[in-house]
């Protein structure tokens, strides 16, 4: 092995490198800054003997999470790597792109925009970030509309089902929602729509269906979880939503099933994510939602950021991030198109 590990008499853990020792006098502390400084070329060796270590992307298919891109991709990934996403106006392009992939996307998944309309959405870091800024939407209409009715407004809760992705219970328990899980059952491993609906009350914020569960891929079905739903609304007078955590399914379905409703072809359908790093086919770190339309998504939780030029809205949770991912995704929707897109997922299944 390039690295071996010390301890110094104190139990200071220390890394010292063969490779790199020309360069280095003495090993480095662990998990302190070291005092001095050492030449690039030893920090590199003495980084990359130890990143060896590491597994081998290529073969880690565990996480369905994009390990391979065109050489022609990693050159702009590695052109843009130094810019910062946030600053929009010093980047014009690359928010324009991102707003390209934000409508492609919307499109894909049927949502309704009219003529002179652009969507309504936005890039994440990934469909976690995607589902905490859908589950903020929904709980903020929700307590609007409690508010306007002067009812309690509380104890949202949120409808899923028991093989939810564990983003969806850091969801709830950051942002204080309640999670109603429908238990799975021998030989059915997904949320039971009839089941969801029949756990909704006045206080459920929206119910969550995943299109590809984590456990074993399956689609839920959508379509009869939005018609039982819309009957369950008529009665009682409640609008509930659902989104659809499509993180996985979101770039499979309209491909090789376009005929499957789950998307915004049904009413009760307000958002939707999507992994750009899962099937979107780029590398970790892009995600992406699409609300249906303006309404769904309140304007309170826009900010308005104009410190850095002209006025810039807003609406994710962290602040500064890369371009580099953007870039990516849009890359890979103007190369591989409707044609190639369906030959990929196809052979991916
Ligand atoms: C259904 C589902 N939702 C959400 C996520 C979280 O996605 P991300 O890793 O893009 O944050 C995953 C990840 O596997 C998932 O399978």
């Not at 990143?51 to 050489?71: C, H, I, K, Q």
């Not at 009665?235 to 409703?261: C, K, M, N």
């Not at 992406?288 to 900010?303: A, C, G, T, V, Y």
Request: proline share 5%.
């Amino acid at each position: 092995m390039a690295l071996s590990r010390a301890q110094t008499n104190s139990g200071e853990s220390l890394i010292s490198s063969t490779f790199a020792s020309r360069y280095v006098r003495t090993a480095l502390p662990r998990f302190r800054i070291p005092e001095q400084s050492i030449p690039k070329d030893a920090a590199y060796q003495i980084i990359n003997d130890e990143l060896m270590l590491d597994g081998n992307p290529r073969l880690n298919l565990a996480s369905f999470v994009t390990t391979w891109m065109e050489p022609e991709c990693d050159k702009l990934i590695q052109n843009s790597v130094n810019k910062n996403y946030v600053d929009m106006d010093e980047y014009p392009v690359t928010t324009e792109f991102q707003n390209r992939c934000v409508n492609m996307i919307a499109h894909l998944f049927n949502a309704p925009i009219g003529e002179d309309e652009t969507a309504v959405g936005v890039g994440t870091v990934g469909s976690s970030e995607a589902i905490m800024l859908a589950g903020l939407a929904f709980k903020r209409k929700w307590q609007n509309k409690m508010k306007a009715e002067g009812k309690p407004h509380d104890k949202p809760n949120i409808v899923t089902g028991a093989n939810v992705q564990v983003c969806w219970e850091k969801f709830a328990r950051y942002f204080e929602v309640e999670l109603k899980e429908v238990k799975l059952r021998e030989g059915y491993y997904v949320m039971d729509p009839a089941k969801a609906v029949e756990l909704v009350d006045e206080n459920t914020i929206c119910v969550a269906a995943i299109l590809g569960s984590t456990l074993n891929g399956e689609f839920e079905d959508v379509k009869m979880l939005n018609d039982l739903l819309v009957a369950k609304n008529r009665l009682i007078r409640w609008d509930t939503p659902i989104h659809v955590d499509a993180a996985s399914g979101g770039f499979i379905a309209p491909f090789i099933y376009p005929e499957l409703e789950w998307d915004f072809r049904l009413p009760l359908v307000k958002s939707i994510n999507v992994s750009g790093h899962k099937y979107g086919l780029v590398y970790a770190g892009v995600g992406w939602i699409i609300w249906r339309n303006k309404e769904d998504l309140p304007d309170e939780l826009i900010f308005h950021i104009n410190y850095l030029g002209a006025d810039q809205p807003t609406f994710t949770l962290n602040f500064s991030k890369g371009s580099s991912q953007i870039i990516a995704q849009y890359y890979q929707l103007i190369r591989l198109g409707f044609e190639q897109h369906n030959k990929h997922v196809l052979t991916l299944c």
